[in-house]
């Protein structure tokens, strides 16, 4: 295995023996760690404190041109993910174009401006923010599911820049293979997937209302909770579109940036796990992606892109799970969730009936020291 060359910007990392550097729309990043517009990067300050945080892109807060007047409450934790009712940023564009832009800038790690919404606003921003912006990123979460807008604003950014333009869609409603597929034909050269879901709700026990405030309570989900749908949809626009992906959504650990690599994306993005985690998050979950590739004997993200893309989808995996019973510690979660009684625990280490199980792969899920496992003989035989 070779020894990768170390990151280029941003604090140093960990030494671990792959190349975490990646390129997307011929921009390299030092790592496919990237901040996603929100919170963490709401000014240039919180952008500076990402670079430190060890972000290898930086996307700023969606510059719109308005100030957003957001509702509060605004954030909540929930359950394996997040609510927000956030807006875009809630500083006028001026102020980005003087202070928070030039900040931000001098992080000297590759910079992306977020953009929204219309073809005229886009007209209006992209060439003010052209001097600090290595790419845009434009948001189409408030422009609705007709393609028409989201193409105009697109070539509104390639008439006005000559630097790539990707952008960021959001999985409301949406065909996303197929709005993949506007976006390529109105000339966009990268895309990001996705921004959070929703409508979604929280209900406060105590007050017995919405967590959210503004409108009708609605909040949008991020986070853990969203990253199968965000794989999906990346999964879907990956093999839809030859544009480079970067995946956002629920990206809080290493072996997410591996998942999202397998689905297609070149790089990831990350909002939620930086809130509620801090800005040195960045950081690592891109070490803990160079330890899971070291591990596993690759030497670059790239390696394992796009893996999940030309396999099978399994329909009947021939052949009951195999188990490893010097990793059994015999704690029988499998035992107590195996629907099919096909596990017991005796004498403290797991045994299978293979002539109850299923082959439905929950145990497999389940088992936390991992010594359940498909045999790397079972066939797969079509779905
Ligand atoms: C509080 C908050 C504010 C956000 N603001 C923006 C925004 O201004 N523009 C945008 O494109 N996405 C925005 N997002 C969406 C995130 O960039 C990201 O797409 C989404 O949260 C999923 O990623 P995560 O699970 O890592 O948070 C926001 C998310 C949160 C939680």
């Not at 240039?44 to 957003?68: D, E, F, M, N, P």
């Not at 509702?71 to 394996?80: G, Y």
């Not at 597929?181 to 919405?210: K, Q």
């Amino acid at each position: 295995m070779s020894r990768g060359r170390s990151p280029d910007a941003g604090p140093a990392l960990p030494d671990v023996p792959v190349d975490l550097s990646v390129e997307v729309c011929g921009l390299t990043f030092a790592n496919p760690v990237l901040t996603a517009a929100g919170p963490p990067v709401r000014d240039g300050a919180a952008i500076l404190a990402c670079a430190t945080g060890g972000a290898g892109g930086l996307v700023a807060k969606t510059i719109s041109r308005v100030a957003a007047d957001v509702p509060t409450p605004n954030m909540a934790e929930i359950a394996h993910g997040f609510l927000n009712t956030e807006l875009w940023s809630e500083l006028p564009p001026e102020q980005w174009l003087k202070r928070e832009l030039p900040l931000a800038r001098s992080a000297g790690v590759p910079l992306i401006v977020s953009l929204g919404y219309t073809a005229e606003d886009i007209a209006w921003l992209a060439p003010r923010v052209r001097p600090f912006a290595d790419a845009l990123e434009l948001s189409t979460h408030y422009i609705g599911e007709d393609p028409g807008p989201m193409q105009d604003a697109i070539r509104a950014a390639k008439d006005a820049v000559d630097i790539p333009v990707l952008v960021k869609l959001s999985p409301l409603g949406r065909d996303m293979a197929r709005a993949a597929e506007h976006a390529a034909e109105a000339g966009a050269d990268g895309l990001v997937a996705i921004n959070s879901f929703g409508p979604c709700m929280a209900i406060d026990l105590e007050t017995g209302r919405s967590r959210m405030g503004g409108g009708e309570g609605y909040g949008w989900l991020s986070g853990p909770a969203l990253k199968p749908l965000a794989l999906r949809c990346v999964y879907d626009v990956a093999r839809t579109v030859d544009l480079p992906v970067v995946g956002c959504g629920g990206v809080s650990r290493g072996t997410d940036v591996i998942e999202m690599a397998m689905v297609g994306a070149s790089a990831v993005q990350v909002c939620t796990a930086a809130i509620l985690r801090g800005k040195g998050v960045f950081g690592k979950i891109a070490r803990e992606a160079g330890e899971w590739l070291a591990a596993h004997g690759y030497t670059r993200l790239d390696e394992v892109r796009g893996m999940a893309l030309g396999s099978p989808v399994p329909g009947h995996v021939a052949g009951p799970p195999v188990l490893d019973v010097d990793l059994c510690n015999g704690c029988a979660l499998c035992e107590g969730s195996c629907v099919y009684d096909a596990i017991h625990v005796t004498g403290g280490k797991a045994e299978l009936d293979e002539e109850r199980c299923e082959n439905c792969g929950l145990c497999i899920t389940r088992c936390r020291p991992g010594a359940l496992m498909w045999s790397p003989m079972a066939a797969v035989l079509p779905a």
